[in-house]
């Protein structure tokens, strides 16, 4: 006899399985490390929504849009948040190496972090989740409400942008992967 999971059971397996990947999209989105208060608000917004849901998507991309769009509400509220990349850095783990490689890394990142800041609401949301967060191009459409197509133009657009910020000489594909 198969036990059918209940709500609160379904959404307390996608909160153990799911909340590290909301947390950082929200700290990407928001611009702030402080995002503890929106997962949990994703995750509230979650269980008064599940009716809606009931396996009309994947679990992650429906919770993904629920946090894009608590994050947009959030900014919505607040027009002025003050945030330094610095704290942002903080939580990098740094991989073995010379102080020197460390300290060039972590300025990789921090030129990185703040060109993606720069880019436009767009750019910044899918290179954030395809190339930060690494969904695919159906998942990243379906958090975004856009075509396959369209992801992957913005996509294309987007690192072109974040190319010409860094620089010519930058591997901006390396930086996003030595970034995850």
């Known amino acids: 006899m198969s036990h059918k999971l209940t709500r609160r059971e379904h ?19 928001t611009r702030n490390r402080d995002v503890e208060d929106l997962v949990q608000e ?3 917004k979650a269980i008064r929504g599940y009716e809606k849901y009931e396996g009309r998507a ?10 894009r769009n608590t ?17 942002w850095l903080k939580q990098i783990k740094s991989p073995d190496g010379t102080p020197e490689e460390i300290v060039g890394k972590q300025e990789e990142n921090q030129l990185l972090y703040a060109s993606v800041q720069r880019l436009k609401p767009s750019y910044r949301e899918v290179v954030i989740l395809r190339g930060i967060k690494g969904l695919s ?3 990243t459409a379906e958090i975004l409400q856009w075509s396959e197509s369209k ?7 987007a690192l072109k942008t974040l ?13 996003i992967n030595r970034v995850i």
Not at 58 to 67: D, G, R, V
Request: hydrophobic share 35%; proline share 4%; aromatic share 16%.
């Open 163 to 175: 190319q010409k910020s860094l620089g010519k000489e930058t591997d901006v594909d390396g930086v």
């Open 137 to 139: 191009p159906s998942e």
């Open 151 to 157: 992801v992957n133009t913005t996509l294309h657009r």
């Open 42 to 44: 994703v995750f509230m």
């Open 71 to 87: 994050a947009i509400d959030h900014e919505r509220k607040k027009r002025y948040l003050s945030w330094l990349p610095d704290t």
């Open 11 to 29: 959404i307390e397996e996608w909160f153990v399985r799911y909340s590290d990947d909301i947390y950082k999209f929200l700290v990407y989105y």
């Open 58 to 67: 994947q679990p992650k991309t429906w919770l993904f849009s629920i946090a």
